[in-house]
């Protein structure tokens, strides 16, 4: 089992930033490929970013050149800095892994809420 917790959300202002944090634990080494998620109110969830193993990352166009995801693979944790944020990016954050078989672990989510 792995387990998945995020945390570093909060409320900013329009044109401010916030670094999330996803901590695993568990069976560390099944993890493959790892990202962010997140769901507004009254949408569906929707790909924020996405790091492979090796590092290659891949973003939504919406949050190209405002966020950087990475990983620190000796501390187990995933972050995702935001930078520029809108009041768009409102949603809840989801720290997203998949194991070696392609079974998906989701961890509970952390709130960002940007003011305009």
């Known amino acids: 089992q792995l387990q998945l917790v995020e945390s570093g959300g909060g409320l900013v202002q329009a044109g401010g930033s916030l670094r999330l944090s996803c901590a695993a634990s568990?069976?560390?080494?099944?993890?493959?490929?790892m990202g962010w998620y997140r769901q507004a109110p009254g949408k569906q969830r929707e790909l924020v970013a996405t790091?492979?193993?090796?590092?290659?990352?891949n973003y939504a166009d919406s949050v190209k050149g405002r966020f950087t995801i990475s990983r620190d693979n000796a501390k187990n944790t995933m972050y995702l800095q935001m930078s520029s944020l809108k009041p768009e990016d409102t949603a809840v954050y989801y720290c997203?892994?998949?194991?070696?078989?392609?079974?998906?672990?989701w961890g509970q989510g952390t709130q960002v809420t940007v003011s305009s």
């Open positions: 790091i492979t193993s090796s590092g290659r990352t």
């Open positions: 568990g069976s560390i080494s099944s993890i493959n490929d």
């Open positions: 997203n892994a998949y194991n070696w078989l392609g079974y998906p672990y």
